[in-house]
Nanobody
């Protein structure tokens, strides 16, 4: 089982960039498809991006396509989310977790970490 710990959030101005990291414990990290999600108060958690086990395949929500890039380093048990051209509507708590597949990025574990907060000012 992978236990994710997110970091890298903070305050950014619109048009700026942030890089989120997700360090996951577990010796089988490379066997999991990983995804990033985000949630704002009062709304359901939404999918942001997913990456295959090898990192060769990715999938993005339409709202972040062309601005965000997901990557992973299996040697470091870490998945990243590079966020460029940030918008105020990107403000949320960001989480990473295992997902079923890149094209079906639903979490099956039901267990979430603390997330990392991103705030984008206009």
């Amino acid at each position: 089982q992978v236990q994710p710990v997110e970091s890298g959030g903070g305050l950014a101005q619109a048009g700026g960039s942030l890089r989120l990291s997700c360090a996951a414990s577990g010796r089988t990290f490379s066997s999991y498809v990983m995804g990033w999600f985000r949630q704002v108060p009062g709304k359901e958690r939404e999918f942001v991006a997913a990456i295959s086990r090898s990192g060769e395949s990715t999938n993005y929500a339409d709202s972040v396509k062309g601005r965000f890039t997901v990557s992973r380093d299996n040697a470091k048990n870490t998945v990243y989310l590079q966020m460029n051209s940030l918008k105020p509507e990107d403000t949320a708590v960001y989480y990473c977790n295992t997902v079923a597949t890149v094209l079906r990025p639903v979490n099956l574990s039901g267990s979430w970490g603390q997330g990392t907060r991103v705030t984008v000012s206009s």
